[in-house]
């Protein structure tokens, strides 16, 4: 009995309790990521799979075409019922129908249907029936449809080069309307050579402007004049102009290595393509683009600030109630809920230092702000605010990691304090500092409510770069794959037809994380064997 007792005291004395339960927290932890990283897989990775149509014959005497996406029991569990994706939303008013199987007569997998990927009203499912040119239709096949689609992405290529002609001419004016508020603005006189120049610039863009506008509108209208007539499932034609059409194909046709092809392409697609149809479909480029831009902006200030004052706390700042008051602020300023940050942001940096900077540099211009809204800077500086907490509390704990010998080792032989803290400290403290980056990117890449308030929206007109002066144009709202997933997955007219996209995009956030702290660890890895030793 008394070594039984003995036993189990050294056994909880050991902590070997202790460890088994570290070891089934972290395989539980793991366990949950993996099952996480494994739902949204199956749901996204599928999405651009091109997926046979059925055509069912209904006993009412109407006829379906859709692609099948769940089976369920109905609510009385008398039998099955199928939610089939429809599509044709401008006919038939919805994209997807739940319809019983004991409602289906007959199931067919016609090869003929066709797929059409539209710039609006989502995707066509039906039979190409005709060409039609100038009022006149011709039978035609599939290889026809295409060929004639391929001759109108020629003269859309076209098109695209005059709109970006007329973004130029834009600019231009937009400048001129710059320059003339700063000669109201101080007042110089009607007479001066300055107004007579403007003038004359302003003359000759607005003949440039209108001669682009109405080259556009011809070759629009003549762009518009070719169309395709097809039939849906009940022979009900429907006739699409070409221009609208971004695909065709036809999914019962095609082989598997058709569909890994054109599942390659919409990939491609996904990562270089603008979104449409209410960011539901196409591409995520510029959503992509805001959250990489809006991290490596917040890590230009988050880092350098971080550090610094982590170095001031631990290695110059002595001992006291005032270092202890603010480092507890530091920790609790970690736990503030991000909202908290937007508010800040944007009575601080938007309503505050924008609005001086406007009446300071561009008080022509007002009341209409230019720093004084919403922009990719201020919601970078906002995140900055959020994530510098954790970077100063890792570099601290990095630091004072480091033995004290080492200083004194340092200081004994001649070393400043300053030559210590940037010849041994800082490189051997440097793998704790990067892991507090790296806390800080994932956590402000995952952040959606304060950049809601300070700069984000549903759909950015441009970059935040481009080829005008000065090219960062950090004033400019943009997009973000976080807002995204909010917006399509809550406020979607169609949640149901934006399902996918939703798990798509929350794919990319958790990939760009992935990546950009795989880089991070690996840096922080070789910064490991190259500076520090056993203690760390």
């Known amino acids: 009995m008394v070594k039984?007792?003995?036993?189990?005291?050294?056994?909880?004395?050991v902590g070997e309790p202790m460890v088994w339960m570290s070891a089934a927290s972290l395989a539980v932890t793991l366990l949950i990521a993996a099952?996480?990283?494994i739902v949204i897989m199956v749901n996204g990775l599928g999405v651009f799979w091109p997926s046979e149509l059925h055509q069912l014959q209904l006993k009412d005497g109407s006829q379906v075409i859709g692609q099948l996406m769940q089976a369920e029991p109905t609510a009385d569990h008398s039998g099955i019922r199928r939610q089939y994706k429809i599509a044709n939303r401008d006919m038939y008013g919805l994209d997807f129908r739940w319809i019983d199987e004991t409602q289906i007569v007959a199931e067919t997998i016609p090869e003929q249907v066709l797929v059409l990927e539209r710039i609006e009203h989502g995707d066509?499912?039906?039979?190409?029936?005709?060409?039609?040119?100038?009022d006149k239709l011709q039978p035609a096949t599939l290889d026809e449809l295409n060929a004639a689609l391929t001759a109108v992405a020629t003269d859309l290529e076209q098109l695209g080069e005059l709109e970006k002609k007329l973004k130029d001419a834009s600019y231009k004016m937009e400048q001129l309307r710059l320059k003339e508020l700063k000669l109201n603005y101080k007042k110089v006189a009607k007479t001066d050579l300055q107004w007579a120049e403007l003038s004359n610039t302003k003359q000759e863009l607005n003949t440039e402007f209108a001669g682009l506008i109405d080259v556009q509108t011809r070759q629009t209208n003549k762009l518009r004049e070719d169309t395709a007539v097809f039939t849906d499932a009940n022979g009900t034609e429907k006739e699409i102009v070409l221009a609208d059409i971004v695909q065709v194909y036809a999914p019962n046709q095609m082989s598997v290595s058709d569909k890994a092809v054109f599942y390659a392409k919409k990939l491609g697609e996904l990562f270089v393509g603008e979104p449409r149809e209410s960011n539901t479909e196409g591409g995520l480029f510029p959503a992509i683009f805001g959250t990489v831009m809006l991290i490596f902006v917040m890590s230009l200030f988050s880092f350098p600030l971080g550090v610094i004052a982590a170095i001031y706390l631990r290695e110059y700042a002595k001992e006291g109630l005032v270092v202890r008051i603010v480092r507890i602020a530091v920790n609790n300023l970690a736990g503030i809920p991000s909202i908290v940050y937007g508010i800040f942001g944007l009575g601080f940096f938007i309503y505050g230092i924008g609005h001086t900077i406007d009446?300071?540099?561009f008080p022509e211009r007002m009341p209409t702000p230019t720093f004084g809204t919403g922009g990719l800077l201020w919601a970078s500086l906002t995140l900055a605010l959020l994530t510098v907490?954790?970077?100063i509390v890792s570099t601290e704990e990095a630091l004072g990691a480091i033995p004290r010998e080492m200083r004194e080792g340092s200081y004994a032989l001649g070393?400043?304090?300053?030559?210590?803290l940037v010849r041994i400290l800082l490189p051997m403290a440097s793998p704790g500092i990067m892991t507090g980056l790296i806390l800080a990117m994932a956590r402000a890449a995952g952040e959606v409510a304060p950049l809601m308030i300070t700069g984000v929206v549903k759909l950015a007109p441009a970059l935040p770069i481009d080829g005008n002066f000065p090219f960062f144009h950090l004033d400019r709202k943009f997009m973000h794959l976080g807002f995204h997933i909010y917006d399509i997955g809550f406020q979607s007219p169609n949640v149901e037809a934006a399902k996918p996209m939703v798990f798509v995009t929350t794919l990319l956030l958790v990939l760009i994380v992935l990546i950009m702290s795989s880089v991070a660890i690996r840096l922080r890895?070789?910064?490991k064997k190259r500076y520090t030793f056993g203690t760390f």
């Not at 070393?415 to 210590?420: A, G």
Request: proline share 3%; hydrophobic share 45%.
């Open 35 to 37: 099952v996480l990283l």
């Open 415 to 420: 070393s400043t304090k300053f030559q210590t």
């Open 124 to 134: 066509f499912y039906g039979e190409l029936q005709a060409l039609k040119h100038a």
């Open 525 to 527: 890895n070789k910064m």
């Open 359 to 361: 009446s300071l540099f």
């Open 4 to 13: 039984n007792l003995k036993n189990a005291n050294k056994f909880w004395r």
């Open 389 to 391: 907490p954790v970077v």
